[in-house]
């Protein structure tokens, strides 16, 4: 919770003051700059390395979106089916989770037109689907880093991870690995 100055006798600040822990808001309102590139995003100052990171030459004229805050039931076939209304979509990335593959709430679309993905961007954003309030945003073509759109083309297999740690668990010991989990077990015996 961040406080900010004490409003006198009225207000939350001055009745329950005591609880809040007083914070610096320009530390939080973000003076802190993006030092290295991660993942999707790419540091607003150009350098050399950021050239290298963009997608290349060939996909001059295409325009990318960015679609925040969308429904966990919009998966890539709707949101497919609901964007290409506007244009010719080339690729569609829905971020997921490796441990549960539910959606992470945004995708990035690929438009074969950089002007149809400005006029979505305009469009949609802002607009109500399935009780979530879209957020879009066109991105420039040099602020896209290159492995936005990595596997794209392919389904999102769901790793079962109960069934990978079971065969771990049940393999055969080996007698080394035997003795060293006897011995870890009377070690906690003998506390």
């Known amino acids: 919770v961040v406080s900010t100055q004490s409003t006198g006798s009225s207000g939350i600040n ?27 995003v790419i540091p ?20 990318v979106l960015y679609v ?28 997921r989770s490796k441990k549960t593959s539910e ?3 945004y995708a990035f679309i690929l438009f074969e037109n950089e002007e149809v993905a400005r006029i979505v961007a305009k469009t949609m954003h802002d607009y109500i689907l ?4 879209l957020k879009c945003q066109f991105i420039p ?6 492995d936005t759109f990595k596997g794209s083309n392919r389904t999102f297999k769901k790793i079962d991870w109960q069934a990978k740690n079971k065969v771990v668990r049940n393999r055969v010991k080996t007698v ?5 989990q006897i011995i870890e077990a009377f070690k906690v015996f003998d506390k």
């Open 130 to 133: 399935c009780g979530r309030l």
């Open 68 to 95: 925040g805050h969308i429904p966990k039931s919009f998966q890539e076939k709707e949101m497919r089916q609901f964007f290409e209304q506007f244009g010719t979509i080339l690729k569609l990335r829905i971020s």
């Open 141 to 146: 073509m040099d602020k896209v880093h290159k």
């Open 103 to 105: 959606s992470k709430g």
């Open 176 to 180: 080394e690995e035997d003795e060293i």
């Open 44 to 63: 607003l100052e150009s350098t050399d390395t950021v050239t290298e990171q963009t997608l290349d030459k060939t996909y001059k004229g295409m325009g």
């Open 14 to 40: 001055a009745e329950y003051g005591h609880y809040f822990k007083q914070i610096n808001l320009s530390t939080i309102m973000g003076k802190r700059k993006l030092k290295e590139t991660t993942g999707d």
